[in-house]
């Protein structure tokens, strides 16, 4: 078989370089998920640690294993039963432009973050994100209508809604958007615990390693639950987020 049969974009450059890329659009939305999943994205997420400060400090975390633990028992099952449903929602939410359902679902995320700290992270960096979308996509209609909303104080902006939106506006398939989700989360606590924890960059890497093995069962795991289902419910998790607050010194604000 030639190798420009195996290979039709191959093929296609060969004809006609100018529009060859133009006619494989499968995979267009890479770069620009690449881009906003980036760390170097300014949603302000370098300065939270989403409670993790004042859990580490209660329960002794000093090393990745603990890191990994931590991904166990409270990041991934928070992932699988309330951010990656409620993501879902969204998402499904904004395609049939349901924006009544979206700005009740925006309500239910705050009232899952009753620990005044992550529910203004939570915020802050969905605020940060729906402006720069905002720079980089002016002419898109779903983000114009969740910042008309935003400024009109109808919805709070919470980060997961304006993720959800961004997903839907790039067309990212719907399990490489709860995945690209999921690695963001499970990144912004590795970068806070080397730190937080002082543990290497080597050891941090080899806890965010783990916690990706476990991530595609999380996303699987959350396309289970319903909507009257959602929830992740770890009253020590929120007690101690919330006695942050009022730390007499800490790295982060949350």
Known sequence: METTERFPLLNALMKNPSNALDQDTSAAWVPALLQI????????????????EQWAGAC???????LEHFFKTHAGPSLARLELPYL?????AVAAGEWAD?????????????????????VT???????????LWPD???????????????????????????????????????????????????????????????????????????????????????RAEAGWFAPAFDIQSARHATAFSRLFIS
Not at 88 to 92: A, K, N, Q, T, V
Not at 125 to 135: A, D, S
Request: aromatic share 8%; hydrophobic share 45%; with cysteine.
């Open 60 to 66: 002794g975390y000093t090393s990745g294993k603990d």
């Open 88 to 92: 879902r929602f969204l998402r499904e």
């Open 125 to 135: 960096q969905g605020r940060g994100r729906l402006r720069l979308l905002n720079k």
């Open 102 to 122: 979206v700005h009740e679902i925006d309500a239910e995320i705050d009232a899952w973050k009753w620990a005044i700290e992550l529910r203004g992270a939570s």
């Open 140 to 226: 898109c209609e779903l983000i114009a209508e969740y910042a008309r909303a935003f400024a009109a104080k109808e919805v709070h902006g919470h980060h997961l809604v304006v993720s959800a939106i961004q997903f839907e506006r790039l067309g990212v398939p719907a399990d490489a958007a709860l995945m690209a989700y999921g690695y963001q989360s499970l990144a912004n606590f590795v970068s806070a615990s080397v730190k937080l924890l002082r543990i290497s960059p080597e050891s941090a890497q080899a806890a965010l390693h783990d916690g990706l093995d476990q991530l595609p069962a999380w996303v699987a795991g959350s396309q289970q639950v319903e």
């Open 37 to 52: 999943s980036d760390p170097l994205f300014p949603t302000g997420a370098y300065a939270h640690s989403m409670g993790l």
